[in-house]
């Protein structure tokens, strides 16, 4: 369902259906957490929030069980804009808890399927989001991206997933996992519906201060050159293999250049997103201790008020990157990890910036695999891996997009985009070209 | 040495891995085995990187409106009047 599809085939006797169904097909998908009671009688756009944004009034929990009770006093800025500018916030969608995760499965509450086989997760953290938009729920949704929470989970259910450029889009009111990483996005059914929400949510924020306008000038250039990086399909499996081949074959029918680029160090890369995540999200989820708002766990000890709260009600992935990143911080280890990941994350921005010298976007798969089974034995390396390719755009706060390279019959496979930092508006406009490509 | 330094950063986290502590401890390991690979970097450590270009970003110092204390207090797991409530510290 795109938005103009919503807009056609609803009207004001009809609208109350538009929840009903979600409600008798969703017990199937579980792309939902909350569902709002209200109808949508003046026939705004309906949207889906993932859990991790505030929603005022509106219980969030980011997937967590210590957040259950939590109902926001406040929107998030990305809420504000939407519900000003024609647009109803639906419910809020499943997702990794505190967006840990890339199938949806780490979730507290339920387990999430993916539309197109409901043998097999969603990906996630967005994973909600994700199936929402796949099964036809909603038109659009809102997701989060550190390290590819948008882009996976909207290639491993075939739809189009848009991480902006670090900044673009305010993140006050996001839960905060990594926060210089973290960034809200969109998930729509075709790059048209993503540009027209994304218009809505973006610039600068005073309640942010990484926040930013971008520059509206876009260049008009016709030739497109695209870099394909060295090496990019080792390691990725025969189906994503064929599906990226093929669109690549299509967007040289369609005019587009391709030039070979260098590769940066992708292991070094994804270990460098797996040293000051995790530290980032040691200090952002200290807050979690049982005092000010959450779950408590009572002691007459305050030590282990902290701990027992903790202990009981964070999950498991929250916990090892909890651990890890105070590892990483910590006065005998910070030299070793934090300040060389620092000084390598560097070194692949700079990359960036060498490599957009010389082409308008990059293009890799989104994932070097289609999505898994639920309840698949992956080893948490493994898990981290297929992160590879989203991880490294989030090191130097680029955009990126992931298109439905392959729809239909076969599981979906996505393509990814990357532009240079705040060149988002020339990313949309040369999706919609790409995207015109592919469905040819 | 590293198992032991992990259990001592869990302590310090506030987090009981005392029910899975093999299990945790070994996946622990794992990925600080995989990010080993850092350590191949060479560079001066003392000049750290400013990764999003951001300098001292001032807002005015204005009076707005802020939550009330009813608003926070909601979310509050024990209160008393106008107060969170929390064992004391000593």
């Known amino acids: 369902m795109t938005i103009k599809d919503f807009q056609q085939n609803y009207n004001q006797a009809n609208i109350k259906s538009f929840k009903d169904q979600i409600q008798a097909k969703d017990s199937n998908i579980n792309s939902f957490l909350f569902l709002k009671e209200e109808i949508n009688k003046d026939l705004k756009i309906p949207v889906a929030i993932k859990d991790a944004i505030s929603t005022k009034g509106i219980p969030t929990t980011a997937g967590s069980k210590i957040l259950e009770n939590y109902i926001p006093p406040y929107n998030a800025t990305v809420i504000d804009k939407l519900e000003e500018n024609g647009y109803f916030i639906i419910g809020k969608t499943n997702m990794d808890e505190f967006a840990m995760g890339s199938s949806t499965e780490n979730s507290a509450y339920k387990i999430t399927k993916n539309p197109k086989d409901l043998t097999r997760v969603p990906g996630g953290s967005s994973g909600g989001s994700a199936s929402a938009v796949s099964a036809g729920f909603v038109p659009v949704a809102l997701g989060t991206d550190t390290g590819g929470s948008i882009r996976q989970p909207a290639s491993f259910c075939g739809v189009v997933g848009f991480c902006p450029s670090y900044g673009a889009v305010s993140r006050y009111g996001v839960i905060a996992m990594a926060s210089s990483f973290d960034q809200i996005g969109v998930i729509a059914n075709n790059v048209e519906d993503t540009e027209k929400v994304f218009n809505v949510i973006r610039g600068k924020d005073k309640k942010d201060a990484t926040s930013f306008d971008l520059p509206a000038e876009i260049s008009t250039k016709e030739k497109i050159t695209i870099g394909i990086p060295d090496n990019i399909l080792e390691g990725v499996s025969k189906e994503v293999k064929i599906a990226f081949e093929e669109s690549i074959e299509k967007l040289k029918q369609g005019g587009f250049k391709f030039i070979d680029v260098p590769m940066t160090n992708l292991n070094q890369a994804l270990a460098v997103y797996y040293i000051i995540v995790p530290s980032e999200v040691s200090s952002n989820l200290a807050r979690y201790d049982g005092v000010k708002y959450g779950k408590r766990v009572e002691s007459d000890d305050l030590i282990k008020l902290y701990t027992d709260t903790r202990t009981k009600y964070l999950g498991a992935e929250p916990k090892r990157r909890t651990i890890i990143g105070t590892y990483a911080l910590s006065s005998g280890y910070y030299d070793a990890y934090y300040k060389k990941a620092n000084i390598l994350r560097q070194q692949i921005k700079d990359y960036y910036t060498d490599i957009f010298k010389k082409v308008d976007i990059l293009v890799t798969p989104t994932t070097p695999t289609v999505a898994f089974k639920i309840g698949a034995v992956l080893s948490l390396i493994e898990l981290y891996k297929g992160d590879v390719f989203t991880t490294i755009t989030k090191l130097a706060g680029l955009p990126a997009i992931s298109l439905p390279a392959q729809v239909g019959e076969k599981l979906p496979v996505g393509i990814q985009f990357i532009a240079n930092h705040k060149k988002d508006l020339q990313l949309l406009k040369i999706s919609k070209k790409v995207e015109q490509c592919l469905q040819s | ?90």
């Not at chain 2, 990187?49 to 707005?64: A, L, R, T, Y």
């Open chain 2, 1 to 90: 040495m590293i198992n032991e330094d992990l259990i001592k950063t869990a302590k310090l986290a506030r987090i009981n891995i005392q029910d899975n502590q093999e299990t945790m401890i070994k996946e622990l390991a794992s990925i600080l085995d995989y990010v080993e690979v850092v350590n191949t970097v060479e560079g001066d450590l003392t000049k750290q990187p400013n990764i999003s270009g951001n300098i001292n970003i001032f807002k005015n110092d204005e009076i707005e409106d802020s939550l009330s204390i009813d608003q926070i207090l909601k979310n509050t797991p024990k209160s008393s009047g106008n107060y969170i409530e929390i064992e004391g510290i000593f």
